[in-house]
């Protein structure tokens, strides 16, 4: 079976631009977490989706930061305008049920220029 | 040790040797995970215990939960280069899947 699929692996670019990245959840999960990977903090989330609606954003850290889950099978995470604090590891991970371990992605390795 | 929360520690051993890393957390909680991240890649699920678990065993590994001192440990027995990698734990507070994690211990496992 497929795992957490997350789009694109590598993303640099300059610090203004518009950065949207990708994820694809395991089939029937209906919890979608979106993470955030540095050296400094360690693992953040950012925010969780269960069966499509967010139910916690506070991780979010502001404005330029917005995510999406139009359907079971999709989200983006959307950085504008990015900003070179911004430059981490980008993961996504699903879930089926309650208290359930968690599938990861690969990640997107963001550098913001 | 890690704290669930955690201080980062890094481990060198030898192959076959066993290798023990520590977990503690603050609050009270629902179970405990923990993962291992190879470089570049994701974080992979280990092992799950249950706050009403003491110990639990998964191949190679075992981990136990202290509730009442707020602390886990895992132990890789027989470690194996391939096991060289980065271990998180993480807490589930409430068993919504709302995990905290710690910032991992890098274990490194020279042939």
């Known amino acids: 079976d497929a795992g957490v699929i997350q789009s694109p692996r590598h993303e640099v670019t300059e610090m203004g631009q518009e950065v949207t990245l990708r994820c694809k959840p395991i089939s029937g999960h209906n919890s979608l977490f979106w993470y955030r990977q540095t050296m400094m903090r360690g693992l953040e989330l950012l925010i969780y989706?269960?069966?499509?609606?967010?139910?916690?954003d506070s991780g979010m850290p502001e404005d330029r930061f917005s995510a999406k889950m139009p359907n079971a099978s999709f989200s983006t995470l959307k950085i504008q305008p990015s900003e070179p604090r911004d430059s981490a590891v980008y993961f996504c991970?699903?879930?089926?049920?309650?208290?359930?371990?968690?599938?990861f992605g690969d990640g997107t390795r963001l550098s913001i220029l | 040790s890690q704290q669930g929360e955690e201080d980062p520690q890094a481990l060198s051993i030898q192959e076959g040797e066993n290798a023990t890393m520590n977990c503690s957390y603050k609050?009270?909680?629902?179970?405990l995970q923990w993962y291992r991240q190879n470089s570049g890649r994701g974080l992979v699920h280990l092992i799950l215990?249950?706050?009403?678990?003491r110990e639990k065993h998964s191949g190679r590994l075992r981990v136990t939960l202290d509730t009442s001192k707020k602390s886990s440990s895992l132990l890789i027995t027989a470690s194996r280069a391939a096991d060289t990698a980065s271990y998180f734990c993480a807490t589930d507070a409430h068993g919504n899947n709302r995990l905290a994690f710690g910032k991992g211990n890098q274990v490194v496992v020279i042939p």
């Open positions: 991970a699903s879930t089926n049920g309650q208290s359930s371990s968690q599938h």
């Open positions: 215990i249950r706050s009403n678990e």
């Open positions: 609050t009270s909680i629902n179970n």
């Open positions: 989706f269960n069966n499509n609606v967010p139910i916690d």
